[in-house]
């Protein structure tokens, strides 16, 4: 009896795991001490996990320097309490200007040449890049440019991924990157066969519009279409997306996302 209780209860187990999605840390591991979001330290402490990703946002200064940081402004939030912090708009300033103004963790603004030299002494983590909306198309079509010249010369094709809420730096990512290179459209308003068309490797969106539209993880899956969701950092909803069989999770809590995948999959 307690045998068949056993392999009942083995049976019940494989067929509750799920394929394991990949973790991707959202601005970098930042929820540790001396690390703070878009940080090189952020980055650092990705690597330090072995997670499969760390994720940046990139913006290109006034006098073409890009630079890794959320923006549109500099600080991305006020961090010091009751003191008056100038903030600057990123794009709209040069870099010197942005380095007058440390991180909250005291590092100076990096630039993406900055971020790549930390990307070169792991090979595990990639990077995942996200090339923030500009004001021109020219100006996504120079930091595209950029961008990919960049991380060719760093040697760092296969360790780069891109994403973006535009549909036009998707086209320019796809026009100029190395045939293959992972391309992701963030902004959720298009369906998988849409995305299919851009000739583009998936969507990365927000966990809200995967809750509302479950039936796309399949439907991308079904067009060879990668999955990947933001920014998922509470149990039910990490639960949630490992359930439907997400590809990728972006989250601020890298440390429960392992546990619970450690957890839940085969
Ligand atoms: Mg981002």
């Given at each position: 009896?307690?045998?068949?209780?056993?392999v009942?209860?083995?049976?019940?187990v494989s067929?509750?795991?799920?394929?394991q999605?990949?973790?991707?840390?959202?601005r970098?591991?930042?929820?540790?001490?001396g690390?703070?979001?878009?940080?090189?330290e952020?980055?650092?402490?990705a690597q330090?996990?072995?997670l499969?990703?760390?994720?940046?946002?990139?913006?290109m200064t006034?006098d073409g320097?890009?630079?890794?940081?959320?923006?549109?402004?500099h600080p991305d939030k006020?961090y010091r309490?009751?003191?008056d912090?100038?903030?600057l708009?990123?794009q709209?300033s040069?870099?010197?200007e942005?380095?007058?103004?440390p991180?909250?963790?005291?590092?100076?603004i990096?630039?993406?040449?900055?971020?790549?030299?930390q990307l070169k002494k792991?090979?595990?983590?990639k990077?995942i890049i996200?090339?923030?909306?500009?004001a021109?198309?020219?100006?996504e079509?120079e930091?595209?440019?950029?961008?990919v010249?960049m991380v060719a010369?760093?040697g760092?094709?296969?360790?780069?991924?891109?994403?973006?809420f535009?549909?036009w730096i998707?086209?320019?990512?796809?026009r100029?990157?190395p045939e293959?290179?992972?391309?992701?459209?963030?902004?959720?308003?298009?369906?998988?066969?849409y995305?299919?068309g851009?000739g583009?490797s998936?969507?990365?969106?927000?966990?809200?519009?995967?809750k509302?539209k479950?039936?796309?993880?399949?439907s991308?899956?079904?067009?060879?279409l990668k999955?990947?969701v933001?920014?998922?950092?509470d149990?039910d909803?990490l639960?949630?997306?490992?359930?439907?069989?997400v590809?990728y999770?972006?989250?601020?809590?890298?440390?429960?996302?392992t546990k619970l995948?450690?957890?839940?999959?085969?």
């Open positions: 009896m307690k045998k068949i209780v056993t009942l209860v083995a049976a019940m067929v509750a795991a799920f394929a999605p990949q973790v991707i840390a959202h970098g591991y930042h929820a540790i001490k690390s703070c979001r878009n940080s090189i952020a980055l650092k402490q330090k996990m072995g499969y990703g760390s994720e940046c946002d990139i913006n006034k320097i890009i630079v890794v940081a959320h923006g549109s402004l006020i309490k009751g003191e912090i100038k903030r708009n990123i709209k040069t870099y010197e942005l380095l007058t103004i991180l909250e963790n005291g590092e100076a990096p630039t993406l040449e900055q971020y790549l030299d792991s090979k595990k983590t990077l996200e090339i923030k909306n500009h021109t198309p020219a100006k079509t930091i595209v440019q950029k961008t010249e010369k760093y760092l094709n296969e360790m780069v991924e891109y994403i973006a535009r549909p998707c086209f320019e990512l796809k100029v990157a293959g290179t992972p391309i992701a459209y963030l902004n959720g308003d298009y369906d998988p066969a995305v299919k851009m583009i998936g969507i990365d969106y927000k966990y809200d519009v995967l509302k479950p039936q796309w993880i399949k991308c899956h079904k067009r060879d999955v990947n933001w920014t998922v950092d149990e909803k639960r949630w997306v490992i359930e439907q069989g590809d999770i972006t989250t601020d809590n890298p440390v429960l996302a995948i450690k957890e839940m999959c085969k």
